[in-house]
């Protein structure tokens, strides 16, 4: 596929994710429960359904991922949650600690990968127990190195997202990881907005990322079509992770922003197609041309001849179809004698004309 010599994976679940395979596409869940179980679960069997490689939950109470306090600091000014204090958002949007061992039961029996983006230690001591098989790192949390480096010691993959980190940033959480025991390793570009303009993504930043970092590379799309995602597959994007809802009016806090089922199919049948279509370079003439290279221009004579007469331009045309000889020997062939005689609607050959 044209890949550079060193060709970086991970492999999930027994899912190798690289370059020369197909994109390994996360259904997000996040906060799309909305507060009921079977919403869970119903999202679990449509991610399965659309074909997608995981779902991934997010694992936090209010009170491991903030404070209750209702001060400046700690009140969303603008946006989506704008007005909303962060404890009473996360409170909302939490995934009952509960829910995940049903839930982590149910994607085994839709075989479909489960994993979780922990948000601290203790939400990592659950997901163990639950033999959680990788680790997703949100971006927000990508400046939380203690948090890294106890998620690598699991020794399980890790994904870690790079929302708003600049390179030193990135580059920091990756030595967290790989200095605390991860060898499995591999990044999402990122945009944290919510929703993002497409514009914002500069998607050459994936092929930088690759070269610089030389990790499995990614995006987290948080655009609301699959264009964005799509284009990424050429710039070499191994992994993509959207949101994924049942219903994008459905009034939860991630769901405007959220693929539907259809959408989610859509994706996971157009990143593959995206990526078959990259093969590798190649100029020859491919299977599906064979049956047309008749049809391309050669040269027919157009008048008949007899043998011994002089080859002239109104003698010989480049047409269609292709059995004559190429048209770059037209000026080789005028003024040749004929060797043999020649019928009108004929294709020029080396033996008419005399060497």
Known sequence: MGLPTDNPSITINGRRVAEDESPYIIAELSANHNGNLENAKRIIEEAAN????????QTYRAD?????CDSDAFRIKGGLWDGRTLYDLYEEAHMPWEWHGPLFDHARKFDITIFSSPFDTTAVDLLEDLGAPAYKIASFEA??????????????PMIISTGMA??????EAIDAAR????????VLHCVSGYPAPAEDYNLRTLADMRERFGLVTGLSDHTLDNTTAIASVVLGASLIEKHFTLDRSGGG????????????AALCRDSKTAWRALGEVDYGRKSSEQGNAQFRRSLYFVKPLRRGDTLTADAVRSVRPGYGLAPKHLKALLGRTLSRDVDANTPVDWDAVEP
Request: proline share 6%.
């Open 64 to 68: 491991t991922i903030t404070l209750n």
């Open 166 to 171: 600049d390179e030193e940033e990135i580059r």
């Open 50 to 57: 659309a074909g997608a490689d995981a779902v991934k939950l």
């Open 253 to 264: 806090p991630d769901d405007s922003f959220s693929l539907e089922p259809a959408d989610l």
């Open 143 to 156: 400046v939380d190195l203690p948090l890294i480096e106890y998620v690598a010691a699991t020794g399980k």
């Open 179 to 186: 200095g605390a025991g991860c060898t499995q390793l591999a």
